[in-house]
């Protein structure tokens, strides 16, 4: 063994031999992740007053910025510090092994805190008004894209110590068998991240050259479709960590198992293998690629992807309906689903998270993806709607849901507020699904997305916006309200918890059980996780 | 089916699930076919 002993803590709880660096680097990164989504959220939430139009709470100035910087903070760094915890957890801990390279873990932790400071700076300074996509023309200071690019370069590196140590872990036989399903699925999620960050590379640098005075321009059809290239498979990397999570919620939360191994990783493999064409998706209302080439990547290729999904939705609950009745939760259909532990927040939080994803958020992807459709829902609220089912209702919420037993296990804190923990996950839960909800059905009265002042007040020739779109943007404030109480309150149990919980000095300790393995359930070959 | 014993057997072991998959699918087709409604029309008036 290369790392010496004391390196090592054994979890009481677990089992697990935790490697105290690699501990230490779960810890940072799910701090900052907490901040990101702190001041994503209040960014969300101005720009959704700004939307309820008998609000319009910001200028239109401050309604872009506060949308870049809701953008920023929440889809890349709240979500991508969070999956870097989890790729250590799952790969160091999760196998027993020590983390590769500490010290690069703690250089691209590093990176990643100066990108995003860097970001914020700039976004803040009123010099990065450019929306998330940052499409050319418009263009922001140097320094924006400057801070995306070393963001990305540490999130590269934490990838690349992620699969050192999954090497590290099979050369020192820290596990026996082959990897458990999180592993795997988090293994899939970073090869996709390599891909993406391949394409994040290709576009972000020749525009930071061009902000900076060295390219003339950027061809808009060009950035447009290898930024794409980043952007979507990026959502498919939340997926995998999303499903992964949702197996291991099932495993810690009831003692659930994959109900059949081969055919939960195939469908992983499906993500690696078919997703990145789905990118096209986003560019078919664009006038420089043609109909085939759009017809072709959204629809045959990509529901080779979807099939995935389809696996997905029916493998996650069986997993948990099949340990649930090995319990002996035999009566009617649904007794297994009633008498789940609903008081614990990762059961309530990964079941609305479930739900979220796949009657808001994935039901309406495939729809919105499809080229005719496509047609008239482009950049309407229909795709905030959507996306709000998936990366919030659904990936949001499943990390908040996995935090409150992360967060227990990593930092030996006992969850403050348990009650109130319950009471988050709802109010987050049925928030976001207010919200994804109200903003379809806004959308598909025509309301634009990234819009200030869809009446046009003041111009001189008039808009007419059908009144019922007026009460879905009214709805989808108090639902963003509710959705921003909800978001408050998991940062402030997680502050609290991390730097004044009551220490845990033994499994009894631990705020929400670990469930033992049901008894023969399913056919996995996984160890217990 | 359900209301037995923990004895592996081979009939459908997760009914619930099944059933939830079921609903699942039904309100895509719905929303599916709900979206491509204007296309029919289209083609339709053609
Ligand atoms: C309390 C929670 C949240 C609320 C109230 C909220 C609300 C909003 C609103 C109102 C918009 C503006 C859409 C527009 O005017 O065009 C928006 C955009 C967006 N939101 Fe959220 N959101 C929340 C959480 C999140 C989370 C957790 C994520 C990602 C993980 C996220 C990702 C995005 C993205 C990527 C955009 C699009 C930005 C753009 O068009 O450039 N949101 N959100
Ligand atoms: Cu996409």
New binding site residues.
Partial sequence: MSASNEAFRTCDVTGFRVHRPAEWLIRVNAVAAVVC?LI??IY??L??LT?WPAVHLLDAAWYYRA??G??LN??IF??IFFEVAGLYFGSAVVLNSRIAAPKVGWLAFILMVAGALLVNVSILRGKADV???SYPPLKAEPMYYLGVILFAVGALLAVILFFATLVVAKREKTYQGSVPLFTFGLTAAAIIAIFTLAHGAAIYVPTFLWSIGLLPGIDPAIYRTVWWGLGHPSQQINVAAMISIWYLIGTLTVGSKPVNEKVCRGAFLLYILFINLASAHHLLVDPGVSSTWKVWNTSYAMYLAVVASMIHAYTVPAAIELAQRRKGYNKSLFEWLRKAPWGNPAVAGMALSVFVFGFLGGLTGPILGTEQVNIIAHNT?RI?GH??GT??GG??LAFMALSYYIVPLIFRRQIAFPKLANLQVWLFGL??AG?SATMMLAGSYGVP???WDIAFSGAPFGVEVNPAAYMWLAL?GIS?II??IG?ALYCLIAVVTVFFGKRMDSPKDLTYPVSAPAPDAGTGIAPSL | MSGKGNEKEHGIETPGTMVLVLIFLTVFAIAFLGNLKWLATAWWVK
Wanted: net charge positive.
């Fill in positions: 989504v994503g959220g969300g939430l720009v959704a939307r949308l870049s809701h953008g929440m889809l709240w979500i929306l998330m996509t609220y905030t996306f709000h990366v919030v990936t949001t928030g976001v919200l997305r990234r819009h989808m963003a959705a921003a978001g």
